[in-house]
């Protein structure tokens, strides 16, 4: 596999069926309205056929944001039939992020609390012990948590006694019966060997936003070094999360640039986390605009049709949405969120709602807690059979 941050080459067939459909809506002269929206429901259309089986990795740009910019509710309906064909749609995966070494970090990242260059007011604090580490997990598994993530505030996993202690909390956490992944920062391939080895089912490493905004963001590290990390997960058995954050400053193209960046690694990331910033005071970010619900939810719905076999996150940012919002986004293809006795994600400054809340949504929704292992490829035959 070779990760190209510019995509990937589109198919022939893929390439034909999508100009056939431009090529009609460009040779009739019409008022340009007109012309996107009759432009979107051919694509609408189209795509739906087009994602009804097959899953690619050549997804062009115009495509996606012919996607991305379809009629809401019809970008909704056609998420969800994607969503329907490849996952159950009444469940949905809890995790819980458990901050295993908190603070202090080098890196520039201006979204985060974590690092050392702004005054955010956390506390750093060195890597929990194996007993503090696997009581949050207990309590988690006891209130349907089916995955733990571990994270890590490093720049990148070195080769001492830490990452010793870290492939233990691995394997104790993975015995426990819970899907444990970690997010530690910048993996070699060797690494990522021993994670695997220790039991580990899915390494997170988010590209947060596309190529060419990606050095407003961050400058201490490319977006070639987290495309290598990505890669090196890739060569093992361990699974992939790699999703972004909207919010940043970013514009439209550049959510559908990081899309499509996802939508080309082969095979797609298992796992697919939307995040919204949550404005942390003291970061570069903190007076950021708020993202609107709309653009979430198109975010969510454009993810799930370019890689529908994925688990698709709802995660930082969903304390400010409502249950009615959060519905709308299951419906759109969302399956999992992070939940939270402190209320809190990786630390206080980004805010989650806790187990109780999580578990009278998911009630008055119908939906059920999805148990551990399932794999990201369960179909409809699969679900249907149960
Ligand atoms: N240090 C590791 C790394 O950067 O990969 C792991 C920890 S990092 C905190 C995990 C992810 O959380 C980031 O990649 C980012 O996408 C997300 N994140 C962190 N702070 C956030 C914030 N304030 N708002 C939204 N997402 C945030
Ligand atoms: Fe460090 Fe990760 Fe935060 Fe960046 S996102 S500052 S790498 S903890």
Not at 253 to 273: K, N, Y
Not at 277 to 292: F, I, R, W
Request: hydrophobic share 40%; aromatic share 4%.
């Amino acid at each position: 596999m070779d990760l190209d941050s510019s995509g990937g080459l589109a198919s022939q067939g893929a390439l034909v069926r999508f100009s056939r459909v431009s090529a009609q809506n460009t040779v009739s002269i019409q008022p340009e309205a007109r012309f996107a929206k009759e432009t979107s429901r051919s694509v609408a259309r189209l795509s739906a056929a087009d994602t009804s089986t097959e899953i690619r990795h050549d997804w062009r740009l115009e495509e996606i944001r012919a996607l991305h910019d379809m009629p809401l509710l019809d970008l909704v309906f056609q998420a969800a039939q994607a969503h329907r064909r490849h996952h159950d749609p009444a469940e949905v995966q809890v995790c819980k992020l458990v901050s295993i070494k908190t603070g202090g970090c080098p890196e520039d990242c201006a979204y985060c609390s974590q690092s050392a260059r702004y005054e955010t007011g956390i506390d750093a604090q060195p890597l929990l012990e194996k007993e503090a580490v696997l009581e949050i997990a207990r309590r988690a598994k006891a209130s349907g948590v089916s995955r733990v993530c571990l994270g890590a505030a490093w720049r990148e996993v070195r080769d001492n006694a830490q990452f010793e202690h870290v492939l233990d909390l691995v394997q104790d956490v993975t015995s426990m019966g819970l899907e444990v992944c970690c997010t530690l920062g910048m993996l070699t391939e060797a690494q990522a060997r021993k994670l695997d080895e220790a039991g580990l089912y899915a390494y997170n490493h988010n590209l947060d936003t596309s190529e060419s905004f990606y050095e407003t963001i961050i400058t201490t590290r490319t977006y070639r070094d987290r495309l290598d990390t990505i890669q090196n997960v890739r060569k093992t058995g361990v699974t992939v999360c790699a999703g972004g954050i909207l919010g940043l400053g970013e514009s439209k193209d550049d959510r559908i640039s990081l899309l499509r960046t996802l939508a080309a690694i082969q095979p797609h990331p298992e796992s697919v986390p939307i995040n919204v910033l949550s404005k942390v005071p003291g970061t570069p970010l903190q007076d950021q605009a708020d993202v609107p619900f709309d653009e979430v939810l198109r975010m969510v719905a454009t993810a799930r049709i370019l890689m529908p076999k994925a688990v698709v996150r709802l995660s930082a940012g969903r304390a400010r949405l409502s249950v009615a919002e959060q519905a709308l986004c299951f419906l759109a293809g969302a399956n999992s969120i992070f939940s939270s006795e402190t209320r809190s994600m990786l630390t206080q400054a980004v805010p989650s709602p806790d187990y109780n809340a999580d578990r009278a949504m998911l009630e008055l929704l119908g939906l059920r807690m999805r148990p551990p292992f399932k794999g990201e490829s369960s179909t409809r035959e699969d679900w249907e059979k149960v």
